[in-house]
């Protein structure tokens, strides 16, 4: 396929005559509005005049007329999603989009978005369409639009928690997550308090899931604009809450924080007011809160406090988390898994929203956004790192429970801030100290995951500052001179982060050295003199020597990351002279042995020839003056801060440019030597394979990588070296041959032709246009071949030839018209003499590369900078004063090649005369008879020849759709039951076409003869069907091919504007210094413009005339594509699947074909073609998701059971999975959901639009249409349901099939229709069939046709109803007190044994509370509860639409015999160890809607199996069972009673003794299903039953079965309660308690889980009232070290003091030896630490401390315990954890302090030994907490351990000691040197 020239090697050394000026409508040219000024900028860039903005905006107006349109008629899917991409490819063109209209629209989208049961994809595409039209804060902001909040809250709210018989689940709640973070910024900063309000009473400490939940809507729907009144409350609920997955949400919010509130005026309380409240949801309130603590009236300053917007209380847990996040593994047992961990008790529900952002950027972005001059500074350091110098470290991380060798030093640092600070900022002080105690993990040797991790955290902390600082140089910056960046701050952050970006370069891993890499672009251009001479200095010797391979790439690359500061004269002005050494070293980089080494050398090359000409600058007369200029050394000098600017002595710019001058001298010596080299690869390639590509993909990329970086370096040569590039390349090619660089040489000419196509051509055309002729005189291409294959040796001087003669006419049509009659007699010859594949394959490629080089419109240079400047003597003289030169869009210029009339007509004349000859040919062939190997080898060279002509001419001429044919199109739309008007076309658009008149005669002339390629492509496949032979498949694949031209190859098919984006993407990406840049190397701005170019092609491709000879060449694509022989259908299918994307209406075309294809009788290959035809997403799913088709494909495929062959059956079966995945329930409730705010926002929209008479007319016909498509929808449902249950009910139907009816089935069921009764009895029949997976679907069709069945009883609206949001009839809400009493209240009355009395006036005894989430934190005002049911009297009146399907249910459950058979089913033997839900689900289902009519019928089989002992009878008793009780959930009471009277007898029996080991997992999981959500009262007798069995065990027998079994079923009792176990919680501690040394292990690990468990239920919040205000309000107002949100254990205090006691006793009591694990000691001692393992594992992990704590001591006497493994174990796994746990600050201190005493008073020197590796993990997991003073504590008890007795201690404290003395402040290792170490005058001189 021909390539069209790539801009990045586009040059023209003469531009020729002065391009004419592009004419600029006057609407666009005079106007001042910023946006049109961006527009005009586009217009200049391209060669043609665009369209004025009146006329697009009249066409903007029409889309939004028709989006209205489509809004009003209800046509959401598909009228308003394709109107909404219309909106799309508007906004490529680049118009300004008028502001009002973008509100409008906005609004409309957020409205449709947020409607209950809009289809998911309409959702999605209104999702994306509201992003793309607020993403500017320029353009929209809150003063020009508010958004309500509730609508999207309240549908997240009802989806995202799903039922238990709720298994299809949409993308809904993502969706409205993502809405969420669009919309916030508009969501009115009033709302604020209500906000809380609505979410806060929802949080409860006590279960993952409501944490997380509220968390995010708190974090997704708060207003950042103004987070004074909350952000202290946040941050509050922050540090009492362990779980990675908050942190990581958190940090992100904080980041948003951070960054926003540099401005102080964002944050002001006034605006509040200033703002229009006009978007308040109908039930949404303004509660007004006191704000005298925060809002005191005085000129309002920022939100600003000690460390940016955060107290130092705040800051140091951020700090904590940041160095958390950096995942850095100490040989330490995860200390770092608690978070983790803790999150593993949340639901996977959660996971359904949006994922919070990666951690890393977040982390820079706060930190960064911090950084002010809020303290004292400094001195400037010289160091790499500050206040000290890092020294290479030998120690290593402590490994905890290893030998003294294994112990690993980390690098430590005190954090507490001190009076002075790094840069005068405290957070970079913070920074600084975070890179230094990580720095030894930036070390290669010393790398792991967590090297990623930190290298991204110092990539993005450098293109943070970056950004904010180019940010605070802007005029309009609003952060204030005081919280500015300083270039002090900017100085010191590179010095500290130089060392370990230094020593991360040479990492193995790519992620980590990609960091670095970006990281070192950064800071080079923030301080080049602190980057630039350590990378030379680590460079130079590493290329010099060669030796290490992997030290050479890693220089390499970092070269790479520096390329500004070489090259660019503006950033670094000495670098530019060390360039030419640099490209010396860097010549053997290009090595085919290692093609790596040779990608990043191409790099670099490429980089850095887009900034500078390769130019020898000594021999001019100026030049020769410089070299008078004084090269001696200047002085220092002190830049405007006073700071000096580089230690090193620094030369004068004339020097710098003296000797810069002089090494452009060696150019010419470095261009010659790079040019052998790339030769020398050349040759040494593999041989060139049948494909024609040498060697494998490493090889390809290689070649392209040099020879782009060579067409890179051509461009910006001088004259004189281009010649001398041109001589070597030109002596190379005439004089060698080489087969294995056929395709190497073409592009490798390429480059000389991009860069002067006029000389190559003079120099190359005529030496190849002889040796071509001269070689098919002699034989050359003579053997005939039409498949791929490797070419003959007599052909290669041919090949050679053509791949030289093609490179040469890559650029600037109108260089070749001087050799047009050389052109067009060779090609004449090699037309008719080229017989091998190659040979004529080459040919056309080259007349193809010819014709696009003629008639496209492309830039045809790309140098650094414009034509005129490259020209200009001066220029010439001293570019090298020009290097690296950035430019504004205003001040670019770029030459095109915009086809004349002499290129058109030559193009047409080889038309003419090339393929008009050839299309005779091939028409004489046709009619032929005879088809040989000759007839094949003549029509495949003939058609290539063609089809290459017509590939290079996408843009000859402009393609208009004739009404005719638009008229047909319309009507045989894939778009189904559409009025035409609605279905959107495109107008053509100017796009640089070079015909556009249809009545020119050349117009007419290649229109006639493309139409007549298009007849004979049609004839040809008739033709070639009919013959169908083995032999013509080569015919076929280059029929396909040239088809596939004819349709596709137009407008942007050789500039794809998908391409174009991805290259202007990417060179945005490696051309960018800072984020924000507005200024880019002129080569951006070429792309750009290309890019713009392309998006016009893109937009008149984007539908493509389909008249009859196109629907004839479709229609035998889809045919092909059936064909017998694979590889055929293959690239028929793909040829398919790229035309569904341009032709519309080729779908609906298709399907019958194939459908046909599938009938009995068809051969198996074209069924085959057929079904994979099929799998193809553009087939499949269409049909499967357009309703009228679905009746079709369901019935074709489950008839495809007629052909048993396996392949044939695996195809269907790969089909049917890949249609179903993709079909939904349908649902047409949107069409009766009322949306007010909707109906608003469509007026609104109106409003700014114009209408007439006939667009009112057209919006009644498409309202008219939509109903009528819902009708058909509805009866092609009902059609398909009657049709699969004919073939489900079928008994001859395979069991397969059924299967996936029964699987459709179930997805028809529909909750916005009744249930049909021969639907349900279906499901119900086919519950007890013989095979496990046909019952697996039918049980959950029935969970849902009967779940709808309640739905549709109980949901008052359709948008309820759409949402599944049910009102239960017993539903009640009571209003309660924001009080602790109301809770307790609640609490306590989930343990009473009284009868629940029903009354009048409802209050809290006489109610069922199933969830309990409020009343934690604070109470809304009610509460969601249950009343009684009545005594005999049903509450719930089922939908009487649905009494058929009741009476299906009735007639088939009430019948002995469906349970005789469900229950055996259930009692088959299967691999299920505990209760399926599936089951239980299903009879819950049937009993909740029946009530208890079929209980008599079950009874005696249950009865049966509870007496069987059986593990599967048990398990099916247990399911049974539990679906019955949960489905008599309300009925009534009297019902109900007699239900629990006949169980409970049974109670005893079942859930006793009597249950067996095997059974226990059962019973216990039957247990948590019957407590799940439910009021324990509901459940009275199985609670008695299950304490009192828990109260009378005894737990001290001979064998522990009988009480784990007792165990089992309390804890599934206790953890499905959760928090509503709490008045059990006391009295269950009591007796456990006497447990806590019980003779069995099993035993004492329920003690630990149970002293866990009641701890964090125990947890709650100490603010004064459960009030939503106050807890807030005292977030604000209480000091840092009250407790407010209760952390602090103290439920266990009073054990733990008696444990402290206790152990004195029991150690004295301890067994020696074996039979040490039998001691009460022992015993303990692991219940201890399997309790506080879990504290610290849990979400409330910071109250472990509390406890931990006063056990220290002997934590520390477990770890040195020698005969007893697991305690050591165990405790040591203890300590190890609890470090990576954040404590309170208050802990610190007594945390050390019990470490101390284990160090200082321990007489044992094992717990020494083991204590000062835990101070060592937690000194660095707490860093940040950590005050100076108690770094000098630390160093005291160290140092005074120094003379400890036994060697190993001292050993391990030196070790402790040198880490902890390498990131100590200065002063501190001062006073340590003058207070300690007196004694020790060898440690003194160290230090």
């Not at 030289?804 to 067009?824: F, H, M, P, Q, T």
């Not at 098919?1053 to 990406?1069: A, H, L, P, R, T």
């Not at 206790?1614 to 007796?1631: H, Q, V």
Request: proline fraction near 5%; aromatic fraction near 10%; glycine fraction near 4%.
């Amino acid at each position: 396929m021909t390539i069209i020239p790539d801009v990045s090697r586009l040059t023209l050394d003469d531009p020729g005559p002065e391009m004419p000026q592009t004419e600029i409508p006057d609407d666009i040219n005079h106007t001042t509005d910023r946006y049109m000024q961006k527009l005009k900028l586009y217009a200049k860039s391209i060669p043609y005049e665009i369209e004025s903005n009146a006329r697009m905006q009249d066409m903007l107006d029409f889309i939004l007329r028709r989006i209205t349109q489509c809004v009003e008629a209800k046509d959401f899917e598909p009228g308003l999603v394709q109107w909404d991409s219309m909106v799309t490819y508007w906004n490529m063109l680049k118009y300004p989009f008028p502001k009002e209209k973008r509100i409008r629209l906005a609004k409309l989208y957020f409205h449709v978005a947020t409607t209950p049961g809009m289809p998911t994809q309409v959702m999605a595409v209104c999702a994306d369409g509201l992003s793309n039209l607020t993403r500017s804060k320029k353009k929209l902001s809150i003063d020009d639009m508010r958004l309500p909040w509730k609508p999207i809250y309240d549908i997240l709210r009802e989806d995202l928690f799903l039922t238990r018989r709720q298994f299809e689940y949409s993308q809904l709640s993502w969706c409205m997550g993502y809405i969420a973070d669009i919309s916030r910024r508009f969501f009115h900063p009033a709302a604020i308090e209500e906000m809380l309000s609505t979410f806060l009473p929802g949080f409860n400490g006590t279960n993952l899931d409501s944490v997380l939940s509220s968390q995010y809507y708190l974090l997704t729907f708060l207003p950042l604009t103004h987070p004074q009144s909350y952000l202290p409350m946040l941050c509050r609920l922050w540090e009492s809450i362990n779980s990675y997955m908050y942190d990581e949400r958190m940090l992100q919010f904080l980041s948003r924080l951070a960054e926003m509130h540099v401005d102080p005026t964002i944050s002001d309380p006034s605006r509040i007011y200033d703002i229009l409240d006009d978007e308040r949801s109908e039930d949404e309130g303004r509660p007004k809160w006191k704000q005298d603590d925060y809002h005191a009236g005085q000129t309002w300053s920022g939100l600003y406090k000690e460390v940016g917007i955060f107290t130092e209380h705040e800051w140091h847990l951020i700090m904590c988390k940041c160095l958390a996040s950096m995942a850095i593994e100490l040989k330490d047992d995860g200390s770092l898994t608690t978070g983790p961990m803790a999150d593993s008790s949340s639901s996977f529900e959660i996971r359904r929203l949006p994922k919070a952002n990666w951690r890393i950027p977040s982390l820079a972005k706060l930190i960064v956004y911090s950084m002010a001059p809020d303290g004292a500074s400094t001195p400037p350091s010289t160091a790499p790192t500050p206040w000290y110098t890092p020294m290479t470290s030998g120690v290593s991380t402590p490994q905890v429970g290893g030998s003294v060798g294994e112990y690993l030093t980390v690098p430590l640092h005190k954090w507490e801030p001190s009076k002075l600070y790094l840069g005068g900022s405290k957070a970079l002080d913070s920074l600084a100290r975070l890179i230094a105690s990580t720095e030894h993990f930036f070390h290669p040797t010393n790398s792991g995951s967590w090297t990623s991790d930190l290298t991204a955290f110092v990539k993005y902390i450098v293109y943070e500052f970056n950004k904010r600082w180019h940010e605070e140089q802007l005029s309009d910056c609003k952060t204030p001179l005081t919280r500015r960046l300083t270039r002090e701050m900017k100085r010191e952050l590179v010095k500290c982060l130089r060392t370990v970006v230094l020593l991360a370069i040479f990492s193995q891993d790519n992620s980590t050295v990609s960091n670095v890499q970006s990281a070192l672009k950064s800071m080079s251009c923030m301080e080049p003199d602190l980057v630039f001479e350590p990378i030379l200095e680590r460079a130079i010797p590493s290329l010099e020597a060669l030796v290490e391979t992997e030290r050479t790439l890693s220089v390499i690359k970092a070269l790479s990351s520096i390329v500004p500061a070489i090259v660019s004269r503006d950033i670094y002005y000495p670098g530019a002279k060390h360039l030419i050494t640099i490209l010396h070293l860097l010549v053997p980089g290009i090595d085919l042995n290692d093609p790596t080494k040779t990608l990043c050398t191409t790099a670099f090359l490429s980089e850095v020839s887009q900034y500078i000409m390769f130019g020898d600058v000594t021999s001019s007369s100026e030049g020769s003056e410089a070299f008078d200029v004084d090269i001696s050394p200047g002085q220092n000098t002190l830049d405007d801060d006073g700071l000096e600017d580089t230690v090193e002595l620094k030369l004068s710019n004339e020097a710098e440019d003296a000797l810069l001058r002089d090494s452009t001298g060696s150019f010419a010596s470095w261009v010659a030597s790079l040019i052998r080299r790339v030769i020398q690869l050349l040759e040494n390639l593999p041989e060139e394979g049948p494909n024609g590509s040498a060697g494998g993909t490493t090889e390809v990329q290689v070649v392209e990588a040099v020879t782009g970086a060579c067409s890179q370096i051509c461009v910006h040569l001088s004259d004189p070296l281009f010649d001398l590039v041109l001589n070597m390349i030109f002596d190379y090619a005439s004089t060698n041959v080489r087969s294995n660089a056929v395709r190497a040489i073409h592009q490798l000419v390429e480059c000389i032709a991009n860069a002067h196509p006029q000389k190559t051509l003079a120099k190359f055309l005529p030496f190849c246009a002889a040796n071509i002729r001269t070689e098919i005189e002699h034989g050359a291409s003579s053997v005939r071949t039409t498949s791929p294959s490797l070419p003959l040796p007599s052909d290669a001087t041919l090949h050679w030839n053509l791949a030289i003669l093609r490179g040469c006419v890559y650029n600037d049509g109108s260089a070749l018209l001087e050799y047009k009659g050389e052109l067009l007699s060779l090609l004449t010859l090699l037309r008719d003499k080229t017989f091998s594949k190659q040979g004529y394959t080459w040919s056309g490629k080259l007349l193809s590369s010819a014709l696009i080089t003629l008639t496209h419109t492309y830039p045809i240079e790309n140098k650094f900078v414009n034509p005129e400047q490259w020209n200009d003597e001066e220029f010439q003289r001293n570019h090298h004063l020009y290097w690296g030169k950035l430019f504004e869009p205003d001040e670019v210029k770029i030459t095109w090649h915009v086809p004349s009339a002499e290129e058109i007509d030559f193009s047409l004349q080889l038309f003419r005369e090339l393929v008009e000859p050839a299309m005779t040919r091939l028409d004489l062939l046709l009619e032929t008879s005879s088809r040989d190997a000759i007839w094949r080898n003549d029509f495949c060279r003939y058609l290539s020849f063609v089809r290459e002509a017509f590939t290079g001419i996408p843009t000859l001429f402009k393609e208009f759709i004739s009404p005719d044919v638009l008229q047909s199109m319309l009507a045989s739309s894939d778009i189904i039951n559409e009025t035409p008007e609605m279905i959107a076309t495109i107008e053509p658009l100017a796009s640089g076409f070079c015909l556009t008149d249809p009545q020119d005669a050349r117009y007419k002339y290649i229109t006639k003869l493309r139409r007549r390629f298009g007849e004979f492509l049609h004839a040809a496949s008739l033709s070639l069907q009919r013959q169908g032979e083995e032999n013509t498949v080569d015919a076929v694949q280059m029929l396909i091919g040239s088809i596939r031209t004819y349709l596709l190859e137009y407008g942007d098919s050789k500039d794809s504007y998908y391409v174009n984006c991805e290259q202007y993407n990417s060179e945005i990406g490696v051309a960018r210094q800072y984020a924000g840049q507005k200024v880019w190397p002129r080569a951006v701005f070429v792309r750009r413009a290309r890019f713009y170019h392309s998006s016009r092609l893109f937009w008149n491709s984007i539908e493509r005339a389909r008249g009859p000879l196109e629907n004839s060449l479709l229609d035998d694509v889809v045919e092909w594509s059936m064909w017998h022989y694979p590889s055929v259908r293959q690239s028929s299918q793909s040829l398919l699947e790229s035309l569904t994307s341009v032709y519309d209406g080729l779908r609906l075309r298709a399907l019958p074909a194939l459908y046909a294809a599938l009938q009995p009788g068809t051969d198996d290959d074209r069924m085959k073609g057929a079904l994979w035809t099929l799998n193809i997403s553009s087939f499949g799913r269409f049909a499967i998701s357009e309703p009228t088709l679905v009746p079709e494909i369901v019935q074709q495929l489950l008839g495809c059971h007629h052909n048993e062959k396996p392949s044939i059956q695996n195809c269907v079966s790969t089909v049917t999975d890949t249609c179903l995945a993709n079909f939904s329930e349908p649902c047409c409730l949107i069409y009766d959901v009322k949306n007010t705010a909707l109906d608003e926002a469509l007026l609104a929209l109106k409003s700014c639009l114009s209408f007439n008479k006939s667009e009112d007319s057209i919006t009644l016909r498409a309202r008219e249409k939509c109903i009528e498509r819902v009708r058909l929808m509805n009866e092609e449902y009902n059609r398909t349901t009657q049709a699969v249950l004919e073939i489900a009910n079928d008994a001859t139907t395979h069991w397969r099939y059924a299967i996936v009816a029964v699987r459709v089935l179930r997805t028809l069921l529909r909750r916005d229709t009744p249930t049909s009764p021969s639907h349900l009895r279906l499901f119900l029949e086919k519950v007890c069939d013989s095979d496990p997976t046909m019952r697996y679907y039918a049980q959950r069709g029935i969970m849902k046709a009967l779940r709808y069945i309640k739905l549709r009883s109980y949901c008052r609206s359709p948008a309820a109803l759409a949402l599944f949001s049910q009102i239960n009839p017993l539903r009640c809400n009571i209003p309660i007190e924001g009080s602790y009493s109301s809770t307790a209240e609640i609490l306590i009355n989930f343990r009473s044994r009284v009868p629940i009395r029903s009354s009048e006036t409802l209050d809290l005894n006489s109610i069922y509370c199933d969830t309990l989430h409020q009343g934690w934190l604070a109470w809304s005002g009610t509460l969601a509860a249950y009343k009684l049911p009545h005594g005999s009297k049903s509450t719930f009146k089922w939908e009487p639409s649905n009494a058929e399907a009741l009476s299906c249910l009735r007639e088939i459950a009430v019948d002995a015999d469906f349970w005789k058979k469900l229950s055996d089913h259930f009692a088959e033997e299967n691999h299920e160890g505990t209760v399926v839900q599936d089951h239980i689900s299903c009879v819950k289902s049937i009993f909740q809607v029946l009530g208890d009519e079929p209980w008599d019928l079950l009874k005696p089989k249950l009865e049966m199996l509870l007496a069987d002992q059986d593990k599967n009878k048990q398990r099916a008793a247990a399911e049974l069972l539990a679906g019955v009780l949960n489905g008599s959930k309300h009925w009534p009471q009297e019902a109900q009673d007699r239900i629990w009277q006949w169980f409970t007898p049974y109670i005893k029996k079942t859930l006793g003794q009597s249950m067996k080991t095997e059974t226990v997992p059962i019973w216990t999981s039957f247990v948590e299903y019957m407590f799940h959500h439910k009021d324990p009262r509901r459940l009275q007798p199985l609670v008695e039953h299950i304490v009192e069995q828990f109260k009378s065990m005894d737990y001290n027998g001979p064998s522990s079965l009988e009480s784990i079994k007792v165990l089992a079923l309390f804890r599934a009792f206790y953890t499905e309660l959760g928090w509503k176990f709490t008045s059990w919680s006391d009295s269950t501690m009591e007796r456990f308690w006497r447990e806590v040394h019980s003779e069995h292990d099993d035993v004492r690990s329920h003690v630990a889980e149970m002293m866990a468990f009641c701890n964090g239920i125990k947890w709650q919040p100490k603010h004064t009232s459960l009030d939503v205000e106050a807890f807030v309000r005292e977030c604000r107002e209480v000091t840092n070290n009250t407790d407010i949100m209760g952390i602090c254990g103290t439920y266990h205090t009073s054990r733990v003091l008696e444990l402290v006691d206790n152990f004195k006793v029991w150690r004295e009591q301890r067994l020696p030896g074996v039979r040490a694990h039998q001691s009460t000691y022992d015993r303990v001692a692991i219940v201890v630490c399997r309790w506080l393992f879990l504290s610290v594992h849990s979400t409330d992990a910071i109250s472990a401390f509390d406890y931990i704590l006063p056990l220290m001591p002997e934590l520390f006497r477990f770890t040195e315990v020698h005969d007893n493994e697991e305690l050591a174990r165990r405790a040591n796994m203890l300590l190890v954890r609890m470090c990576g746990v954040a404590p309170p600050r208050s802990m610190i201190g007594p945390l050390l302090s019990a470490i101390f005493s284990a160090i200082q008073t321990s007489p044992s020197w094992k717990v020494r030994l083991k204590a000062l590796p835990i101070l060592q993990v937690l000194y660095f997991r707490q860093l940040p907490l950590i005050s100076e003073s108690e770094v000098n504590d630390i160093l005291d008890v160290l140092c005074q351990c120094l003379d400890d007795e036994v060697v190993e201690v001292r050993e391990m404290v030196g070790t402790t000691l040198s880490g902890i003395l390498r990131l100590s402040p200065r002063r501190s290792i001062v006073t340590l040197k003058d207070s300690n170490f007196d004694n020790y005058p060898q440690v003194r001189e160290q230090l």
